[in-house]
């Protein structure tokens, strides 16, 4: 208490001049119509600008919230198109040979990445999804762009991916104009580019040309985004060209991905693993 009395005694002069200054105020806004109007008007400025700070940080921090909800609407938008999709495709094939398409067994499964790796020759990505959602090993992941990678392990709560990004993955890709269809290699240096090889030098390749999944595997359905044609070269003395894609997946800007998850998968590999012993 003794300190503030003395406190207050040291600047009794400033502070009742403050004192005077907000009183003086007063009394000139409320009795002068223009300056009254003027104060408002400068304070509903000051006001509004807080609230527009206020509004771009509650946005900034709600972001996280809205990608989720936004990733959970695309997912359901996509199940409901191969849903349709299937359901017309199970019906022109059970009138034309009683055939109803494996694909009807397919649907998508949200998750968010929350760990990944892009600078190593062995990288990975952690999604916060795992078995108690459905999730199993060598499902594909995919993301609004393209291929992402394919599922290496699971837990309970999570799943580790093997990105195409890895000097281990093997993707069957092809070339979206000619069909012709050959692995997808990372190189284990630039993280936005793998190489498409095994394409024999008489077919002809352009700059720019899609690659895509063959469907040659279980993992993903033909036709999904996996990049596009950089560079195109023939080494002298080789049968093949040496084919640059630019991924489509940018692996420093994950957030939400799709995993593709398939009831016929299990079968598929068991059945194909017996010709592998």
């Known amino acids: 208490m003794r300190n503030l009395l003395q406190l207050l005694s040291k600047y009794s002069i400033l502070l009742m001049f403050v004192a005077l200054e907000i009183v003086s105020l007063i009394l000139v806004v409320r009795n002068n119509e223009y300056q009254r109007n003027a104060f408002?008007?400068?304070?509903?400025?000051?006001?509004?600008?807080?609230?527009?700070?206020?509004?771009?940080?509650?946005?900034?921090?709600?972001?996280?919230?809205?990608?989720?909800?936004?990733?959970?609407?695309?997912?359901?938008?996509?199940?409901?198109?191969?849903?349709a999709k299937n359901e017309l495709q199970r019906v022109i094939e059970k009138k034309d040979s009683g055939y109803v398409s494996a694909e009807l067994n397919k649907h998508y499964i949200s998750a968010r990445v929350i760990n990944i790796s892009s600078?190593?020759?062995?990288?990975?990505?952690?999604?916060?999804?795992?078995e108690r959602d459905s999730l199993k090993?060598?499902?594909?992941?995919?993301?609004?762009?393209?291929?992402?990678?394919?599922?290496?392990?699971?837990?309970?709560?999570?799943a580790t991916v093997i990105p195409i990004i890895n000097t281990s993955m093997q993707l069957s890709?092809?070339?979206k104009n000619n069909d012709a269809c050959g692995p997808l290699v990372w190189n284990g240096k630039n993280y936005r580019y793998a190489n498409l090889t095994d394409i024999a030098k008489h077919i002809t390749v352009n700059q720019g040309d899609t690659i895509v999944t063959s469907g040659f595997t279980p993992t993903f359905p033909e036709g999904i985004m996996v990049g596009v044609v950089e560079e195109v070269s023939t080494p002298q003395g080789s049968s093949y060209h040496s084919i640059k894609v630019r991924l489509a997946a940018d692996y420093k800007s994950l957030g939400y991905v799709s995993v593709i998850a398939d009831r016929n998968l299990e079968e598929q590999k068991k059945l194909e693993g017996e010709y592998m012993d």
């Open 119 to 130: 600078s190593k020759r062995h990288n990975y990505l952690t999604i916060n999804r795992g």
């Open 173 to 175: 890709c092809k070339i």
């Open 40 to 83: 408002f008007t400068s304070a509903n400025v000051i006001a509004g600008w807080n609230y527009s700070v206020y509004a771009y940080f509650a946005q900034y921090f709600n972001l996280r919230e809205e990608n989720r909800l936004l990733q959970e609407e695309n997912i359901q938008l996509q199940n409901q198109l191969l849903t």
């Open 137 to 158: 090993k060598d499902m594909g992941v995919i993301n609004c762009y393209g291929v992402v990678g394919i599922i290496n392990n699971t837990s309970r709560q999570f």
